[in-house]
């Protein structure tokens, strides 16, 4: 296909979204996801993604109408490759002749690639590098700004109105009642509650337990409920928390869904967590947190709220982490001291919610 400017006189009814990346990832889109919506409001808009996308994309049918399961690539390390299924996959994606392709995974290293091969009429994307910069068309892959912008951006570039970053997470009422269920079955009262968030996907992103142990066990003895969130297989860190405490906590490890965590995030006191995906569920639903960010890119992944969200970080040159076990000591997770944590509970805690 020869690079050009994508065309938005032609009828545009199919569009490819490819993005196959996990929660967290998928929240930072949707604002882009509204935006491209508005310019297509007739358009079946596909996502070619994870299954672990279900959850969020099910959200927002009047954003995208269809998930296609990617198979995986050996550059991603995101799920395995699922080999029997690549040659098929890439046969239907050519077989839907899609008028639009966006590539909103990364850099376009590899996700190009894997773009062009489902042959799209027209495609967009970052480029790896500014001479590969294509007006209208190829933005190269801007390292400075946050998640959110990154996308944003790249639909300006495309020639879009695009300027409100705005996350959002619909909590129906089903999601409501059912948080309600989980509090009244563990004898939550939410305004009350501070809810503590220490696992992530990788060990180099944790904040250590003990740390986790010594805030817990300061705000339980100035009378907050504590509850610990996380999945089904995340229950014997919050038993090992619990344990270090000396107070009750509650576990609610693989008791929620993610609509019920966000409705009990919406109207608890507070969050406290590493920089992982329940800290973008907590933006989106305009939640308080205080954030631990060890081994993350702050200035990608933070949310965007600082009045309403705090970020902790001990700078260091060797963040972003891709390290499941830090090599180092873990000096980024070490450097956040439960002094300077506990200033930062207290200080929302004591301010009231934010307007």
Same mark, same amino acid.
């Given at each position: ?10 009828? /545009? ?69 699922? &080999? ?119 060990? =180099?992103?944790?904040?250590?337990? &003990? ?77 308080? =947190? ?37 090599? /180092? ?27």
């Amino acid at each position: 296909m020869k690079p050009t400017g994508i065309d938005w006189n032609v009828p /545009i009814k199919n569009v490819a979204i490819f993005r196959a990346l996990n929660l967290g990832d998928m929240l930072c889109v949707i604002p882009a996801l509204r935006v491209l919506r508005r310019q297509l409001p007739k358009a079946h808009i596909s996502l070619i993604g994870l299954r672990s996308a279900i959850p969020v994309l099910e959200r927002f049918p009047e954003y995208v109408d269809e998930l296609i399961e990617f198979p995986g690539d050996a550059a991603f390390p995101e799920q395995p490759v699922q &080999e029997n299924r690549v040659s098929d996959f890439y046969r239907d994606m050519r077989a839907r002749s899609f008028d639009l392709a966006l590539q909103i995974h990364g850099s376009g290293q590899r996700a190009n690639d894997i773009v062009k091969t489902m042959a799209p009429r027209q495609w967009a994307g970052f480029v790896p590098e500014p001479n590969q910069t294509v007006p209208g068309q190829l933005l190269p892959w801007p390292d400075d700004l946050h998640e959110i912008h990154r996308y944003l951006a790249l639909l300006q570039h495309i020639g879009l109105e695009a300027s409100d970053d705005t996350l959002e997470f619909p909590v129906s009422t089903s999601d409501r009642d059912s948080a309600d269920s989980v509090a009244m079955k563990n004898g939550l009262t939410l305004n009350k509650t501070v809810f503590i968030h220490p696992g992530a996907r990788l060990a =180099s992103r944790r904040w250590p337990l &003990e740390r986790f142990a010594q805030v817990a066990r300061q705000l339980a003895q100035e009378g907050w409920q504590i509850a610990i969130t996380g999945s089904a297989g995340e229950s014997a860190m919050a038993k090992g928390l619990e344990a270090r405490t000396g107070h009750r906590l509650v576990d609610l490890c693989g008791a929620t869904s993610l609509g019920s965590l966000a409705s009990l995030l919406q109207r608890g006191r507070l969050l406290i967590c590493n920089d992982t995906g329940v800290s973008h569920v907590a933006a989106s639903v305009h939640a308080t =947190s205080v954030v631990i960010a060890s081994g993350s890119d702050v200035a990608r992944w933070g949310p965007l709220d600082r009045k309403r969200h705090t970020v902790l970080y001990t700078p260091i040159g060797c963040r972003p982490c891709a390290y499941d076990q830090c090599p /180092i000591g873990h000096p980024c997770a070490l450097g956040v001291q439960v002094d300077r944590v506990m200033r930062e509970i207290n200080r929302h805690l004591n301010q009231g919610v934010p307007q």
